[in-house]
């Protein structure tokens, strides 16, 4: 029996997983709005023969408050152009761009995306959001967003809609080649989890454990089979970052050595815009202001005070609270070993069924994707769990899922 193949992807936001990645000696956070840069992510990436580089958007500032972040490093290109850039200098890595479906109309999107898919030569995917924050309302004249779940029927409608269009694009020809973009999701509710079970054909989610990762495919892979499709044809894609050494031991210190790059400031303003409520002018040394925190949050207050509950009664201080908050940025699992160790867990969780492969998150941009390429990928491989070479040129190849069902076939 062929043993379970991981699939890989890099979401190569900003300058690492880290807030403090930026800071780090082998961080270029310089090269972050040139070709120069891109040109070399992309190459290295190829070279790990990773399925796909993801990009999100951001339709909104990272203040928090009206105010602007002064040493958080987040830099967002807007992701359709900069893939289609990075297309030019590769020849099968696939290219996943994020965009929302409730301030893009059908039309606009079915277009930008034929366009990629034709320019990229079946390389595209489009991860779908429907925009969860509150700030990005107002930049499309709007008071505050729809509800989450008008948002997520909207967005049913928009896709079904985009997909006429390129069925009809199709037909009209040239092909495009996939016959249309590779369709991804992110969604984490009950909403969102069932918009991914009927739509998705790969699946990004947080999970920082293994049972976590197994309890999330269950549940998608079911919900997927309920609704009439086979759940092998999705790939679930659990969020990963990592910080390597020789030994456990240098492991350890140099994931110290990136957290010994926040000063307090910047943990506060990295909580700030998580929380989306300015903390800079409270006291770092005064319990967390959990009242002022829910009075004042843009986000659910019930979310956010599920977050600050054990604070609130714990009696933390502002700073500990930050500092420890960036030790798991957005509830990803984060690993700390060797090469080997890492290589190891990975096969673990893809034989134990929490995932079909990972979205790696490197520490720091490009050093920490430059690690994991040289010094894991290639056990990966030795040991067989990892392809040498692309199995094709689509996105929809590389990720060995069943060629798109046209119309007219």
């Known amino acids: 029996m062929m043993t379970k193949q991981i699939h890989l992807w890099a979401f190569l936001q900003g300058i690492g997983f880290y807030p403090t990645g930026w800071k ?72 996943v761009a994020t965009i929302s479906t409730t301030y893009n109309t059908p039309e606009m999107l079915a277009e930008r995306f034929a366009a990629m898919e034709r320019i990229t030569g079946g390389r595209s995917g489009w991860n779908i959001v429907t925009s969860a924050h509150p700030d990005t309302a107002p930049n499309f004249g709007e008071a505050e967003l729809p509800p989450k779940d008008t948002r997520y029927s909207h967005a049913a409608e928009v896709v079904d809609k985009a997909c006429e269009l390129w069925a009809a694009m199709d037909r009209a020809g040239p092909r495009l080649p996939q016959g249309r973009p590779v369709l991804v999701q992110a969604g984490q509710s009950p909403a969102g989890r069932d918009f991914a079970a009927r739509t998705a054909e790969a699946i990004f989610c947080p999970a920082a454990s293994i049972e976590a990762g197994i309890d999330f495919r269950n549940d998608l892979r079911s919900r997927i089979a309920g609704l009439g499709r086979n759940p092998d044809g999705t790939r679930i894609m659990p969020g990963l970052s990592c910080v390597l050494g020789g030994s456990e031991e240098e492991a350890k210190a140099n994931h110290k050595a990136i957290m010994d790059l926040a000063d307090v400031a910047l943990a506060i303003e990295y909580l700030s815009e998580s929380l989306c409520c300015d903390l800079t002018p409270f006291d770092p040394e005064a319990p967390l202001p959990v009242a ?91 040991k067989g769990r990892y392809r040498t070479e692309y199995p094709g040129n689509s996105l929809r190849e590389t990720l060995g899922l069943p060629a798109f069902a046209r119309a007219d076939a």
């Open 24 to 95: 780090h000696p082998r961080a270029r956070p310089e090269g972050v709005f040139s070709m120069d840069y891109y040109r070399s992510v992309a190459k290295l990436v190829e070279k790990g023969r990773f399925d796909a580089i993801v990009f999100g958007d951001q339709l909104q500032s990272r203040g928090a408050g009206g105010r602007t972040p002064e040493r958080m490093a987040m830099p967002t290109l807007d992701p359709v152009s900069l893939l289609t850039a990075m297309s030019a200098v590769t020849e099968h890595v696939g290219l």
């Open 292 to 382: 002022a925190i829910i009075a004042n949050t843009l986000l659910p207050k019930s979310d956010v005070e599920r977050m600050v509950a054990s604070a609130a009664e714990k009696g933390t201080s502002l700073r500990d609270y930050a500092m420890n908050f960036m030790l798991h940025p957005r509830g990803h699992n984060v690993f700390i070993g060797t090469p080997e160790q890492m290589a190891d867990m990975m096969i673990s969780w893809r034989d134990a069924g929490a995932c079909d492969g990972f979205t790696l998150q490197p520490s720091y941009m490009p050093g920490g994707l430059e690690d994991f390429v040289g010094e894991v990928v290639p056990i990966l491989q030795k």
